[in-house]
C-alpha cells in the first residue's frame, strides 16, 4: 500500500530525507523516480548518480540554474512546473515506481508554479502501490491533512553564514 510523505519547513534536509529513502528502496531493488520541480543544476550528488544506480533509480529536472523570486515565477517558470507534474502522470501511469519523489513541489505551490488543486488531483491518479514523497518549504495546509506522514524540519543551530560543502549540501 503505498503512503504519502511530506517533508517541510524551514530547516535543511527535507531532500535529503526524500533522498535517504531513494537509497534505502534502491538498495531492495525497487524502482525510484526522483522529479525535481524548480531546479536544473546538474553538478549534485544525487543528480550524478544516476548512471551508477540505473536501472532502478531515474532522476529529471525541470527547473532553470537560477532562483525563482518568491510569488513572481516566470511564464516559463511556471510551464517547466506544469510539465514535471504531467510527467509525473506518465511515470505513474507507465512505471508505476515503488517510490516517487516530487523533490520542492511544496515550494511549486506555495510560489503560485501550481495550484494545490492540481496536486491534489495528481495524487488522486497515483496508484496505491506507490510511495509518493512531497518535499519543499511552505506546504500548504490541504497537502498536510492529504500527507500520511508528516515531517517538519526546523533550524535548530546553523552556522552564521551558509556552509555549502560538495557532498554534504549538493
Known sequence: MGLIYLYTGTGAGK?????GLALRAVGHGYKVVIIQFMKGWKNV?????????????????????????????????IKKAKEA?????KIVR??????????EINLAV??????????LEFLDKVPKRTNV????RYAPKELIERADAVNE?????????????KGIQY
Do not use: C
Request: no cysteine; charged share 25%; proline share 8%.
Open 110 to 119: 506555495a510560489w503560485g508554479l501550481l495550484t494545490v488543486e492540481e496536486v
Open 133 to 136: 514523497v512531497l518535499t519543499g
Open 153 to 165: 524540519i526546523i533550524e535548530v543551530k546553523y552556522p552564521p553564514q551558509m556552509i555549502t560543502q
Open 15 to 19: 531532500t535529503t530525507n526524500a533522498l
Open 45 to 77: 550528488g544525487e543528480y550524478k548518480i544516476r548512471r551508477r544506480l540505473q536501472p532502478h533509480y531515474e532522476i529529471y529536472q525541470f527547473g532553470s540554474r537560477s532562483f525563482i523570486e518568491p510569488g513572481k515565477p516566470s511564464a516559463k517558470d
Open 85 to 89: 507534474l504531467k510527467f509525473a502522470e
Open 94 to 103: 507507465e512505471r508505476k515506481p515503488f517510490l516517487l519523489v516530487l523533490d
